[in-house]
């Protein structure tokens, strides 16, 4: 999915949602422990701005790497994908690090072709799920926006040169945005 998102949106960044990392974390880690090996990501995502978050992720892997040498890598490994949301505006971090919207998307999508269960064609199956899509696309605009265009053309785009070391870039580079 991260190489599709890339060949299709060149310049994007994938981000994992906090949760769904936690799970899988909690998958590399022994029971025993789970507790507190559940809280350092959290010790990650409460620092008050980007530079702080690498820092704090960088100490979590040291701590780890001698106890618990497994989930250190696991973390190393996806430190791109769970600190993606720091390029962005602190402002704007919760609604990154979190799919909520797309799962509730997902699960109406689902419930919708659940009720219908047998479709005569691929053709009837794409009408219903367009209908769902244009009636959420419908409501998204009537809401405004999930993230303001104002805050998006105010994105400091950041090009990650070396773990935890963030190398600013002008921000002439992000095109502006219009409604």
């Known amino acids: 999915m991260v ?7 060149p310049g994007t960044s994938w981000q994992r949602c906090r949760t769904h990392y936690a799970a899988n974390l909690m998958s590399t880690t022994p029971k025993s422990s789970w507790p507190w090996v559940k809280a350092l990501p959290h ?15 960088d100490r979590v892997i040291d701590a780890l790497t001698e106890k618990l040498p497994a989930v250190a890598n696991h973390m190393e ?6 600190l993606a949301f720091t390029a962005f505006p602190k402002e704007v971090w919760r609604q990154i690090w979190s799919n909520n919207p797309n799962e509730r998307l997902n699960r109406e999508i689902r419930r919708r072709t659940g009720v219908v269960a047998i479709f005569p064609n691929r053709e009837a199956i794409i009408r219903l799920v367009g209908a ?8 998204w605009a009537e809401q405004g926006r999930y993230i303001g265009l104002d805050v998006l053309t105010r994105r400091t785009a950041l090009s990650i040169t070396t773990p935890g070391a963030a190398e600013e870039v002008t921000t002439d580079l992000v095109p502006a945005l219009t409604a």
């Open 3 to 9: 190489e599709a998102i890339g060949a299709t949106l």
């Open 77 to 82: 490994e996806a430190r791109a994908d769970i």
């Open 132 to 139: 769902v899509l244009a009636e959420q696309h419908d409501a």
């Open 43 to 57: 010790s990650v995502y409460d620092q008050a701005d980007a530079t702080s978050v690498h820092a704090r992720f």
